[in-house]
Structure formats: C-alpha cells, structure tokens
C-alpha cells in the first residue's frame, strides 16, 4: 500500500485526483469506500471496494495487491520515505531507508486486463523510483535498500531480466543500492542476483543455508558487499551462534571484513519485539528465545567476533552453547509418551474404513440431511459482551461458575437461533474462543504462551502467535463439555469444531530442534484423540479446520510435493480415527487452490467449506477438469462485507455451482466464520441463504 501511494498506482475506482496522495485515499484503498460514505444515503450507489489483500509469500502479514490496468500511469505521490528520513536525521541517526523493490512491486501486482502484462509497465515506473531516490540522495542519504525478495521464487527469463533492466537504470542514482532477498535460496537466480548493478546483496541463509558457498564459487564481483542473513528472522529461538559464525569466517576469509555484513534472514517485522517485555514466560524457558531485540545482540557479537573480539563477544556465545544444551534435556521438551507413540503410528491410521461414496449414505441417512444442507462455518458474532465477560474472567472478577453459565447461555442463544433460522447442521457458535489456534494450544502440552509477544498481522492488527517449544499432546478433552452441551439443547445434528494440525503449526512459532512434520504429527494425534471424544460423546458431524493449509506451501513448486505429503497425511492422521457414519468436515477461506486440488482431495474429508463468493464461484471452474469426488461447500455469502445478500443473488450463485457440481455434493454454507459480525447482519443473511437453498431445491426438484 505504501508503494502504490509512493508511485501514484491509485485504481482509478478511487476519488483521486493525481496529486499527493492523502490519508483519505490511503484508507479507501485498504478498506474501501462504503456507499451511504459518498454520498451520505444509504442508497446502492458508488462505493468502492478495497484491494484485495494477501499474504506477504509464506508469512502471515498481509499486503494490499497493487492493481494495474491500461490507464495505469506512476508518478511520485507521496514523499513518505523521504520525511521517515529526515526525521530519523534530525534526530541524529542515519537510517538506510528499505523500499519494495520495482520488479517485486510489479510482480505482486495483478493485471487487471488480459492483455497487459504486468513487467510491460517496468519502463513507466523506473522514473519514479528514480525520482523516490535522487528526493533521498538530496536529503543526505547515503544508501537505499531494495527489497526484491520475488527473487527466491521461480522466475522465468523476463523476469529476471527486468531485474537486470531496473538496476542497470537505478544504479546511477547518487545513493548505493543494496538489494535484499529472504524467505529462501536464489538458487536458479544467483546469477541474475550477483551481477546486479547495485552496492549490496543480502543473502537469507537461514532458508538458504547453501547459497553462501554457492555465490562464492560463482565469484562474487569485487564492488559488491555481501550482507548474511544468518540470525533466524521468522522464529524466536536463540541462534546457534558457533554454527552461525562458521559462514561469516568463511565469507570475511573469501571477501574481507569490509564486504561482509551480518544481519538478520529478514525484516525483524515478523518476530516480536522483546523478550524483556515478557513477564509470564518461566526462568527456565527464558534463555531459550531471542525475539528482535535479543537477535540484534546475536547479529553484534557476530559481527564484533569477526572484527577479533572474542572476548567481549564470549558471555553472548557461552549464553547460547547453555541454552541449547539445556533445551535439549529439557523435560518440558522432551516426552516420551509423545515419541513413543510417533514411533507406532501406522499407514492404516491415516485410512478411514471405506471410501466416501461408501460413507455418504450413511451420514446423511443417520443426519437426515436433505439435499444442498445448510450449514456455517463455526463460529457467530462475538458480542462485546462476550469480550467483556471473557475479560472479566481473565482478570477474576467473575467465577468460573459464573463464565460458563455465560457461555452455556450464549451456545444455547446460538443453537435457538440457528433453529429458527431453518439451518440443517448447527453449530455451537466458539463463544468459549477468542482465538483458533491459541484455545486448543493452552489446551494442549508442549506449548508456552507469551503476553505480549505481538507481531504485526496487517495494518493495525496485530497476532500473538503461541510458541511449540516441546512434544505435543493432549492430557483431556478441549471442547466437548461445549459440544456436548449444544447437542443436548437440540434434535438436529450438531457439527464439532477443531483447529487442524497444520494450521495450528502454521499460525505458531515453531520449535527448530525437530523437522515440521514430526511437530505436525504430534498435532494430529492430539487432535485425533479430541475427534474421537467427540464421536464418542454423540457428535455426527466434526468439522477440522485448515485455513493455513494452502500459506504452507513452499515458495518453490519443486518443494510442494514433499510438504504435501506429509500435510496431507497429518490431516488424514487427525481425522481417519472415526466411524464410517462420522462426518469429517474441513474449512479453508480462499479459493485459490487450482493448484493443489489433488492434495485436498486426498485430504478425503466427507465435505470441505471455502470461499467462493467474491469471486463468483471463480474457483468452479476448476471443476471442469477435476472431478471432486467428495463434497462441498463453495461459499455463498461473503462475511466480510457488512452488507446482506439477498435471496436472488444467493440462488444465482447456487445455480452456477451446480453447472459443475452434483446436486448430491454440494453444500450450501458462508464464506468463513462468522465471529466479525453483527447478529443484525447474521441473521437475515442466514435467512436468505436458507430461503437460497430451498428455491433452488425446489427448481431442482431434488429429493
Ligand atoms: N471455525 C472457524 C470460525 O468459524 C474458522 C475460522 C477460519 O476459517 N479462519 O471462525
Ligand atoms: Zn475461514
């Protein structure tokens, strides 16, 4: 969003009028423009939708996806880093200001024509940056950073030409330019990245740990520094750092200490910030973590070391030779129910009984489902009473007598409300959750919790990920007091919820003593073990859900298969341990899953729920070439909109499914969860999506 301000690339569905671009039109970019904000009524009329925002490659803060069209032209609209600057200098620090690189900006960029492509526009936006960094040199900068991490993915020749292209044009600009790569190796693009016309290149080798050797045979050119990526960026353990300063005595010997920098793998943005700040963490597990103000300690007694200080760099190594040896015995890390089951799990495990078309009849005979069911995603509005007394709880105002009647009495709210709603499969409504991975990973051991461990998920929003320190299990039950509780309220089949094992791991810091899926197996037996209390207590249908699935795919397709492997197999392993007649149901909100369509197929979940309605049932068209066998929910109602779909358009979007779906698989469900809603938007929007499904029922004419 910052880039697109910077360069003018203001979708022209934006009241802008091509001069600076203000905060008004800062905000209606990500958050759109509502219709009655316009004009003031609540007419339908010319609001504008957001950009679409998505996951910065494989982490989990997002970005606003820039949007190019014909029209698009650049000009400089913004003089943000330009005063970031100036006020860091006036305050007596010298800062190298870091910019998106233009070809990553325009290669994360989507066309909205068909016939642009987005690299033809390189040519019109290099004189803007041209512009961003003679405005820097003039208020005394001496060096730009360039983020081009599109490096570390598959690129094809034009690619890495544009990027040959742009600092041939840059280079001459009177600032030293240092281009920075992470989130992985170059690999195929070590070349393209060495012989750029730039000061500087920055190498992740955290992901890429081999690269180091490999642009040192290539022959690094004798203008370049070289920056190591060596302090782990994307997690919070303390750095190995006798292990780590073998590389930076390799590159000072190849290079000279003047063209060799130590840093961190990536931006310090997706750690938190300091450990000091961290009164709930034990003694004990303390020394363990480094979050980004402890990593500039490690980054400085590397760099301190390699300048001959071995002394004054020794307590900061000898800290880290202690913790690791003392993680390593740690009885918090170390549990030997936990390996020992690893070591007995079976391929069989990983198997339901029969195939699904063997399982359908039987669910749906025991459920009394009708065709299309109706169903939603999990959760409803989380009120601000249900903050509060959460709140209240947390800090002991309330009893826990008194929290859990308030909880009882919300599931039984829910379950009457979905009852009058004319819903099939109901829900209990995750009142007793404030958030999916973390209630199920206090439930669970192996797991440390921080308070203040914040990182930054987009814009003003924050997550606290949970820490996997250990072995994973699960000492008892985590929801079927609730479950069981919603089932008694009603006749109707009720759906269990559970957060699935790849997503808990996805969404946490995880430990790097083991590889990620032995951590993600022990996940999935924890959670097997809740999905089989659920069906004993009398739960028909268990929904495991997995919208991280799709974010851990690798950024290099040559390494899907191997992680797909095994992410399959953990939520199979999670949810093969039930009867025929159980219904396994699995979420994810996004639809863009053309690619990996056999993988979720193999996931063999009897019905999967996704986002479907933004894109008008894009995602179908998938469909043509792949028979799904098993079922599914294409969403219908878009959640993260306030506005209610009316019945037609609900029909019409069900219609279009069944163009490519048969009538016997198909759902008909939201988008997500609805936790960020209002009941007054809930309900009617419900409303009409049941009266959706029994019209199309009807003109079916299905039984
Ligand atoms: N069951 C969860 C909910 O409804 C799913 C959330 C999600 O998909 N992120 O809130
Ligand atoms: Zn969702």
């Known amino acids: 969003l910052d880039t697109c301000a910077l360069v003018g690339a203001v979708p022209s569905r934006f009241p802008w009028e091509g001069d600076t671009v203000d905060l008004d039109t800062y905000f209606a970019m990500a958050r759109g423009i509502q219709e009655k904000d316009l004009d003031g009524t609540d007419e339908e009329g010319a609001g504008a939708q957001a950009m679409e925002m998505t996951k910065w490659f494989d982490t989990n803060y997002h970005y606003i996806v820039p949007e190019f069209d014909a029209d698009t032209s650049f000009s400089l609209s913004s003089t943000a880093p330009i005063d970031a600057y100036t006020e860091a200098k006036e305050m007596g620090v010298e800062t190298r200001p870091v910019l998106i690189g233009p070809v990553t900006f325009l290669l994360l960029g989507k066309a909205q024509d068909d016939d642009l492509e987005v690299l033809d526009l390189l040519d019109d936006l290099l004189p803007v940056y041209r ?12 060096a730009v950073q360039m983020d081009e991490p599109v490096l570390v993915l598959d690129l094809d020749d034009a690619e890495r ?15 030293d330019l240092h281009v920075a790569t992470y989130f992985g190796a170059l690999e195929d693009n070590l070349a393209t990245a060495l012989d ?15 690269q180091l050797d490999a642009a040192l045979d290539h022959g690094v050119p004798d203008d370049l520094q070289l920056s190591l990526g060596l302090v782990d960026g ?27 920098a130590v840093g961190p793998s990536c931006s310090l943005l997706h750690v938190p910030v300091d450990l000091n700040a961290e009164p709930g963490l034990d003694d004990d597990v303390k020394p363990w973590l480094a979050f980004a103000v402890q990593k500039l300690d490690e980054i400085v007694a590397l760099a301190r070391r390699a300048d001959g200080d071995v002394e004054g760099t ?7 030779r202690a913790a690791r040896e003392d993680r390593a015995t740690s009885d918090r890390i170390n549990n030997p129910d936990v390996q020992s089951r690893m070591a007995n799990v079976t391929p069989e495990m990983a198997e339901r009984d029969n195939p699904h078309s063997q399982r359908r009849p039987l669910q749906r005979d025991r459920m009394g489902l009708p065709q299309l069911p109706t169903t939603t995603i999990g959760s409803f509005p989380q009120t601000d009473d249900i903050r509060e007394m959460r709140r209240q709880f947390k800090s002991g105002d309330i009893s826990t007598e008194e929290y859990e009647s308030f909880i009882e009495k919300q599931i039984a709210d829910t379950i009457a409300a979905q009852e009058e709603i004319g819903l099939d499969v109901l829900v209990h409504g995750e009142p007793e959750r404030s958030d999916m991975v973390e209630y199920f990973g206090r439930r669970m051991n192996g797991f440390l919790f921080t308070e203040n461990a914040w990182v930054q998920s987009y814009g003003t929003r924050c997550v606290r990920p949970p820490i996997i320190a250990g072995d994973v299990s699960r000492p008892e039950p985590m929801t079927v007091r609730w479950l069981s509780y919603a089932n008694d309220l009603t006749d109707q089949p009720v759906k269990g919820m559970l957060t699935g094992p790849v997503t808990m791991l996805q969404w946490s810091f995880v430990r790097d003593d083991q590889s990620r899926a032995d951590t993600c197996r022990q996940l999935a037996l924890a959670i097997r073990d809740e999905v089989e209390d659920l069906e004993d207590a009398g739960i028909m249908a268990i929904q495991i859900d997995e919208p991280a699935f799709r974010e851990g795919l690798p950024l290099r397709e040559s390494q899907w298969d191997a992680y797909l492997d095994w992410a399959v197999e953990c939520f199979r392993l999670a949810s093969s341990g039930v009867r025929d007649e159980t219904q396994i149901h699995t979420h994810m909100c996004y639809s863009e899953f053309n690619d990996i369509f056999e993988a979720i197929a193999d996931m ?6 996704i986002e479907a309605s933004r894109s008008k049932m894009e995602l179908l068209q998938a469909f043509d070439d792949f028979d799904y066998p098993n079922e599914i929910g294409p969403g219908v109602y878009d959640i993260h909109s306030p506005r209610v779909p009316p019945v037609d358009e ?7 499914a069944l163009d490519v779906l048969e ?38 004419a299905v039984a």
């Not at 930076?248 to 190849?254: C, F, I, K």
């Open 131 to 142: 512009e961003v960094l003679d405005e820097l040199a003039d208020a005394g900068c001496e």
């Open 161 to 175: 030409d544009a990027l040959t292209t742009a600092y041939n044009a840059l280079g001459g600009a009177d600032v």
């Open 196 to 210: 750029l016309n730039v000061d500087g290149l920055h190498l992740d080798l955290d992901r890429g740990a081999g």
């Open 234 to 260: 994307r997690n919070v353990w303390r750095a190995d750092l006798d292990a780590l300063y073998e590389p930076v005595e390799q590159a000072v010997d190849a290079l000279g200490s003047d063209r060799v």
């Open 314 to 320: 020794e307590a900061t190594f000898e800290k880290a």
């Open 604 to 609: 063999d979940a009897d019905v999967i729920s």
């Open 650 to 656: 609900m029909e019409t979007l069900i219609q279009k």
């Open 663 to 700: 009538p016997g698989q198909m759902w008909v469900n939201p988008d997500c969860g609805l936790k960020t809603r209002r009941w007054v938007e809930v309900r009617p929007a419900l409303e009409n999506m049941v009266q959706a499904a029994e019209r199309v029922r009807e003109t079916q």
